[in-house]
């Protein structure tokens, strides 16, 4: 028998970013990042994504550090490995749409300082929001991966997905991701996607999966059989559950295969080793939940990905209605039908979300509506695959107009007026940026900075007084 053609599977570690996010609330300090760095440096990883998503957010609001100092950090550490982040498309890294302007500073200073790829997701997978960041990408030299948010139902066929990715590669992206975070995507689906994919573009496509519903680990073993180039996953101690599969299970999975990474088991037991007391850690002091760990299969029956669900039940707690729980979880897809059935993933999941709690605890659908909702169905966010609900859009935003087009050609350049807004407190030319996505919290921030610079003890009353909750 002729011997295989040798495939690597090439490995993406979330331990930085992903994993923590998803079990512990992305509360991972820098300075626990930074002793392990030159040994998952050494490990051979294809990328280390260590940046974006909700660790900005995070960083500002309750670690009390800036972010881009954390990515010249990490930077300075890996010489040999790449870095990725993760970015919203038009809403960058926050919970809305951006001007144009701040969108191509971000990628620009995101590069600057350190970032190699930026894979770059639409909540509703509009392409029109994604156009800003990967021409800005493409400028800087950057490899430009885009996603698309995996989900299922009637619009979401083969020919969905692969006209989707034919148009990504000739956006110019230099890579796609399947971004499946919810873990919808089951094992031999995941060979006739990946097939379909390959048949239909030529640039490198990564799957990106979660451990939610239990299957992740053989949809991964099915997808590289298809010939996925990249799969993402992280550290054993924070892996599974509401993560990715462990990277020491999926090294060991295609050890002796064409597929095999060369990576060394007793350097990632090393690593393993050093993350294990922080996973103890959070167990002890209930940041790592343990229902997180499990196997959801609900994931599958309502489609709502891991961290949404720990959102459904902190809101119904705060609310004392818990017994409303199974109320809400399907309400949650008569929603998403109503708003044209998106992707559930933020801040499309978070808007859905809320939603059905409202209209589960209000006793009557659409009763109460946020502003997000009246957003989403006014096409602030930008273009459903289906159309919306109009008795519950007329219900919700009367008869307000309806944006047709890419919801960023309404707004104006922002840079400058951001710049006038915080001059007091900038420091650096990131700073804008920090506060254009949050700017309570940034200025929080900031207030914290000059005192600690002052000497002044302030930042210990602003603590106390709730500017960083934990």
Same mark, same amino acid.
């Given at each position: 028998m002729a011997e295989l053609q040798k495939k690597p599977v090439k490995i993406v570690e979330t331990i930085l970013r992903?994993?923590?996010?998803?079990?512990?609330?992305?509360?991972?300090?820098?300075?626990?990042?930074?002793?392990?760095?030159?040994?998952?440096?050494?490990?051979?990883?294809?990328?280390?994504?260590?940046?974006?998503?909700?660790?900005?957010?995070?960083?500002?609001?309750?670690?009390?550090?800036?972010?881009?100092?954390?990515?010249?950090?990490?930077?300075?550490?890996?010489?040999?490995?790449?870095?990725?982040?993760?970015?919203?498309?038009?809403?960058?890294?926050?919970?809305?749409?951006?001007?144009d302007d701040v969108v191509e500073y971000f990628v620009q200073k995101s590069a600057a300082n350190g970032i190699d790829i930026i894979r770059i997701f639409d909540c509703l997978n509009d392409m029109r929001n994604l156009q800003t960041a990967v021409t800005a990408a493409n400028k800087e030299g950057a490899h430009a991966q885009v996603a698309l948010s995996y989900t299922l139902g009637d619009a979401y066929t083969m020919e969905y997905w692969t006209e989707i990715a034919k148009r990504i590669e000739e956006m110019g992206a230099n890579s796609i991701c399947i971004k499946d975070m919810a873990g919808l995507l089951v094992p031999y689906k995941a060979t006739e996607l990946v097939s379909a994919? $390959?048949?239909?573009?030529?640039?490198?496509?990564? *799957?990106?999966?979660?451990?939610?519903? +239990?299957?992740? #680990?053989?949809?991964?073993?099915?997808?590289?059989?298809?010939?996925?180039?990249?799969?993402d996953t992280a550290m054993s101690p924070f892996a599974l559950g509401t993560s990715q599969p462990a990277t020491e299970v999926m090294v060991e999975t295609f050890k002796g295969t064409s597929y095999d990474t060369g990576f060394d088991q007793n350097l990632l037991a090393e690593i393993a080793d050093y993350f294990r007391p922080m996973r103890d850690k959070a167990?002890?002091?209930?940041?790592?939940?343990? $229902?997180?760990?499990?196997?959801?299969?609900?994931? *599958?029956?309502?489609?709502?990905?891991? +961290?949404?669900? #720990?959102?459904?039940t902190s809101q119904l707690k705060e609310q004392g209605a818990e017994d409303k729980y199974y109320d809400v979880l399907e309400e949650v897809p008569r929603v998403r039908k109503d708003m044209g059935e998106p992707p559930l993933v933020t801040p499309s999941s978070q808007i859905v979300g809320t939603q059905a709690v409202m209209n589960v605890l209000f006793g009557e659908r659409y009763k109460v509506v946020t502003k997000e909702t009246k957003d989403i169905l006014s096409g602030k966010y930008g273009a459903t695959v289906k159309p919306f609900n109009e008795e519950v859009q007329k219900k919700c935003i009367g008869d307000a107009e309806v944006i047709t087009c890419r919801p960023a050609d309404l707004i104006d350049n922002e840079l400058d007026k951001l710049r006038g807004e915080m001059a007091q407190y900038s420091q650096q030319d990131e700073d804008v940026l920090s506060y254009a996505l949050f700017p309570q919290v940034a200025t929080d921030f900031f207030k914290y900075r000059q005192a600690q610079q002052t000497g002044v003890d302030e930042a210990a009353a602003d603590t106390k007084n709730g500017a960083y909750p934990v």
């Open positions: 992903d994993a923590h996010q998803s079990l512990i609330a992305t509360r991972m300090s820098t300075e626990q990042m930074l002793p392990i760095v030159e040994k998952l440096d050494k490990v051979g990883y294809h990328a280390v994504e260590c940046w974006g998503g909700a660790t900005f957010d995070a960083s500002l609001r309750f670690l009390k550090e800036d972010p881009w100092e954390r990515l010249r950090k990490l930077k300075d550490g890996f010489k040999n490995t790449k870095l990725q982040m993760l970015f919203r498309g038009q809403n960058i890294l926050g919970y809305r749409p951006y001007a994919l $390959k048949e239909t573009v030529s640039i490198p496509i990564d *799957l990106h999966t979660h451990y939610t519903s +239990g299957v992740a #680990s053989m949809t991964y073993l099915k997808a590289v059989e298809a010939g996925v180039d990249i799969i167990l002890e002091t209930g940041l790592l939940n343990p $229902k997180n760990l499990g196997v959801n299969i609900k994931t *599958l029956l309502y489609q709502v990905p891991g +961290g949404m669900l #720990s959102n459904l």
